[in-house]
């Protein structure tokens, strides 16, 4: 198995990034993140003091696949994640949604063990270790916390092992990065962060040729996901009702009114982070729909 460390860390992702490592498509490739918590720095009182803010959400790569080009697909199969054994949380004012309510600055550390991240002495919430920022190079920078066309951080927490994501490609050898690890996240992300910490991603890549892809998608066993982010949720929501329309339309060839009512059928419009600049939401649509074949639509 082939790796990256986390001396090969990036606080933004573009084309003009060297590549920490080549291999050849389908080879396994461990990273070891060194997310922004792991060294157990007090980040909520940095953060809340910076004048001009701090590198935050700090990802290793980047990855180059050979062979994969411009207008490609590059897939990703995550085989596994591994976490640390304790991850950090934050607050402070102005930090996520009720950030106008919080007074105090706060640092809080989680045990995670046995499944479960040990959240005081009575409350145990059942661990999900999942990638919050991951991405193919885009062709102008853009900073690790914030997503976008090429993936970043989208703060999805079906991220996990046993998944596979596509990402579109804009630069040769794609640029694969990841970062930002969480054992668990709820939808929205809502005091803005996740239980963040850090750990080792094994991955495989794949190169699917000349094939258009928009946004990123992540399939599971049981579902896709078709991931968009915009300036505002609105924005979202309508671009990821659009994709899903267009990628309906191509998978079962049927007219604009139609392919809209089935997407009102069977997508199922979801909210990843609501805390960004940018925010992310994701429309899903279930393997089960028997006649539905969207990822068809895309990789051929």
């Given amino acids: 198995m082939k790796r990256i460390g986390p001396d090969h860390v990036i606080s933004a992702m573009d084309c003009q990034q060297r590549m920490a490592l080549w291999v050849e498509p389908e080879t396994a490739v461990e990273f070891e993140t060194r997310d922004w918590f792991s060294d157990q720095r007090d980040y909520a009182r940095e953060l809340a003091g910076a004048a001009e803010g701090i590198d935050i959400n700090p990802a290793t790569g980047p990855l180059g696949i050979r062979?994969?080009?411009?207008g490609d697909i590059l897939r990703v199969d995550i085989l596994s994640v591994e976490l640390m054994d304790r991850g950090l949380m934050f607050m402070f004012p102005g930090s996520g949604v009720l950030g106008s309510e919080v007074a105090e600055i706060q640092t809080r550390v989680i045990p995670m063990s046995e499944g479960y991240a040990h959240f005081g002495e009575h409350i145990r919430i059942p661990l999900k270790p999942s990638v919050g920022v991951i991405g193919t190079s885009p062709e102008t920078r853009v900073p690790c916390y914030l997503p976008?066309?090429?993936g970043g951080n989208m703060d999805i927490q079906h991220l996990c092992a046993g998944t596979t994501i596509y990402f579109p490609v804009f630069c040769p050898g794609a640029g694969l990065s990841l970062g930002d690890l969480h054992g668990v996240i709820g939808d929205g992300e809502v005091s803005e962060w996740g239980l963040e910490t850090s750990g080792k991603v094994c991955l495989r890549t794949k190169i699917i040729k000349k094939q258009k892809l928009e946004?990123?998608?992540?399939?599971?066993?049981?579902?896709?996901?078709?991931?968009?982010?915009c300036g505002s949720l609105d924005e979202a929501v309508h671009e990821a009702v659009r994709y899903g329309t267009e990628l309906v339309r191509s998978?079962?060839?049927?007219a604009l009114p139609?392919?809209?009512?089935?997407?009102?059928?069977t997508g199922h419009v979801e909210i990843c982070q609501v805390v960004n600049p940018v925010k992310t939401v994701r429309i899903r649509f279930g393997k089960s729909v028997e006649g539905l074949e969207l990822l068809s639509a895309v990789t051929g």
Avoid: F, N, Q
Avoid at 67 to 70: F, S
């Fill in 215 to 229: 946004w990123p998608i992540l399939e599971t066993a049981t579902d896709c996901y078709l991931i968009v982010s």
């Fill in 251 to 254: 998978s079962t060839g049927l």
């Fill in 148 to 150: 976008g066309r090429h």
């Fill in 67 to 70: 062979g994969v080009m411009p």
């Fill in 258 to 265: 139609d392919a809209l009512s089935l997407v009102s059928l």
